[in-house]
C-alpha cells in the first residue's frame, strides 16, 4: 500500500485549515514514505536518503547548519594542513617590452 498519497492529502487538508505548522509534520511523513517505497529507482532513493541525512528534509535548519558548519570547519582544517600553493605563477607584464613594429629602438638610433 502506498502511504506517500494519503501523508500528501493529510498535509493538504490541514494547510488548507491554515495550521502550516501542523502540516510540517505531514510533509516529513510523506517524504519517509517516499523514501521507503518499494518501487523507487536506487537513484531516488540514494537522493532521498542523502537528503534525509544532510537537512533532515528540511523543516528545520538546525541540522543543515551543522553540515555547513562542518564544511566549513574541514575547509579551514585542510587550508591549515597543506596551505596554498607556494609557487603560484606571476602575472603581469614583462620587464622590456618589445618595440611597435615599424619604429627603431631608442639603443640603435644614429646620432
Known amino acids: 500500500m502506498q502511504l506517500a498519497p494519503v501523508y500528501r492529502a493529510l498535509r493538504k487538508a490541514v494547510e488548507d485549515g491554515k495550521r502550516e505548522p501542523g502540516a510540517a509534520d505531514f510533509s516529513y511523513g510523506e517524504m519517509e514514505m517516499r523514501r521507503h517505497a518499494a518501487d ?3 537513484q ?3 537522493l ?3 537528503y534525509w541525512a544532510l537537512s533532515g528534509y528540511g523543516p528545520r535548519a538546525s541540522r543543515a547548519l551543522a553540515w555547513l558548519g562542518a ?3 574541514l575547509t579551514v582544517l585542510l587550508l591549515v ?3 596554498l600553493a607556494q609557487d603560484t605563477p606571476k602575472w603581469g607584464f614583462p620587464r622590456v617590452l618589445p618595440a611597435p613594429a615599424g619604429m627603431v629602438p631608442p639603443s640603435t638610433r644614429a646620432a
Open 44 to 46: 531516488r532513493t540514494g
Open 40 to 42: 523507487n529507482p536506487p
Open 81 to 83: 594542513a597543506f596551505g
Open 71 to 73: 564544511a566549513m570547519r
Open 48 to 50: 532521498l536518503t542523502a
